[in-house]
């Protein structure tokens, strides 16, 4: 936008013990010389905790080098929530035989549902990251993201594409215990129907 850059970024947080996932929001406008972060709380949850950003910026970091922290943190987070992810599908395919397939059918539901909602906030994300280490995103006054920074930006991508690949591996999980379960329900539904 001309001498400044405006940026919000979306990190969703798995919540295992309550089975759901809630979005935090971050909203970045940047200029040559400042920063302005704007944390928004959800409400079933926590806001993003900077903290670790603020800590890693030493006084007298470029505006750009701290865009790259913050953003280096959200593609963290989706790192996190896809080990997340991947832990609560292993609960449910060892746990098919044990609960109800009420439970079994739900479970799966909100985690695919769960995964849809990821991949949209995902993609842009990683777009937006993507613009940035092409050099498509500059102020008309100056230089926001030196070449060094730019290489920084390359390494969050990196991390967004591990993300990308490892829902696509959690979606493919998801479809092996939805089959096992379909065909346990038909096993299942054979054996009743020999009784009769």
Known sequence: HGDYVFGSLLVPVAVPE???VYYQEVVMLLSEQHVLTVRKTPTTG???DV???QETCRHG??????AYHLVDQVAEGYLDLVDDLHAEID???DNVEEWSNDKVRVRLSDLRHDLLHIRRTLAPTRDAVRRVM?????LDSGELFPRPVEVHFGDAYDKLLRATEGLETARDLIAGVRDYHQS???NDQNEVMKRL
């Open 46 to 48: 926590a806001p993003l």
């Open 61 to 66: 970091e470029s505006a750009g080098m701290i």
């Open 134 to 138: 092409d050099d498509r995103v500059e």
């Open 18 to 20: 309550e089975d759901r």
């Open 184 to 186: 346990k329900v038909a």
């Open 91 to 93: 609960e449910l395919e």
């Open 51 to 53: 903290s670790g950003v």
